[in-house]
């Protein structure tokens, strides 16, 4: 087996291992910076929902306040404002979903599901908790999803949500009676939860992955190349010459150049002592000629 290619295969062996090293340490690093990047999209997701919320409270709903008194009006509920607003926003990100999950609402459609229930109570449970991040299974697929808790720390929310009594009847007279009733200042009601496929940052990772890893094997390519350019004009090619002039002083050719020295590294040394030997090698077979 020639020299060339011992040292490929070496070369190969070990840039192999190294590739198959770096890949899965590289996979795992950016999957987890792909769900790092999903999270931090969705945490931005949901300040933008607060904000609603909070632009609903200070400026829409004062606005709307004298038509409230003889038609109910959604727009005014900062729930309402902050989902619809989401379900806007989805046309550019469809991925993702949002929902203030909770347990005794008045609108049916953000009665929380059993997950949802349980991250609430598990708000409830751990009053220092501010975020949960988790991972569901669904029939679709794994779910990555972000929640934060729904505290009432504003009276006025009382007024449509504390008894029967106090709500507006405009408000019964479009949700009824039976829900949304019997909340209290500083409770936690329900949660924040917007959720994302994990398919997603998956898909993101593995798109990263690949151009990484295609940008490091072609990068590999380029290193057996050029090393075995180096290794052919610097190592080679010099032994493959002093090979062919050995084997012509050892037939008797003593008119056969001599090895050419060029440099002071290895290759070099080595073509000198070569020299000198043919050279004392000529100069014996002459005393022995005469």
Known sequence: ????????????????????LIGSLSYRILQQNARNEIVERA????????????????EIRPLLALQTKT???????????ATQAFAKLRKTHQEYTYKEATLNP????????????????????????KELIGVRETPTGATLYLARPIKITDGGCLVCHSTVEAAPKTMLALYGEANGFGWKLNEIVGAQVVSVPMSVPIAQAE???????????????LIIVVLNIMLRLIVINPVTRMSHIADEVSRGQMDAPEFSEKGNDEIGL??????????????AMKMLGE
């Open 270 to 283: 080595l073509g000198a002592s070569f020299n000198r030997m043919r050279r004392s090698l000529e100069k």
């Open 207 to 221: 798109r990263a992955f690949q151009t990484f890893m295609g940008s490091l094997v072609g990068v590999f390519l």
């Open 1 to 20: 087996m020639k020299l060339v290619v011992k040292f490929n295969l070496v070369l190969i062996a070990v840039l192999a291992l190294g590739l198959v």
């Open 106 to 129: 008045t609108n049916p459609r953000d009665r929380a599901a059993d997950w949802e229930a349980d991250i609430i109570q598990e708000f409830r449970n751990r009053a220092e908790t």
């Open 71 to 81: 038609t109910f009006l959604p727009q005014t509920v900062p729930a309402y404002a």
């Open 43 to 58: 945490g931005m997701m949901m300040e933008a929902a607060l904000a609603v919320r909070s632009y609903t409270v200070s």
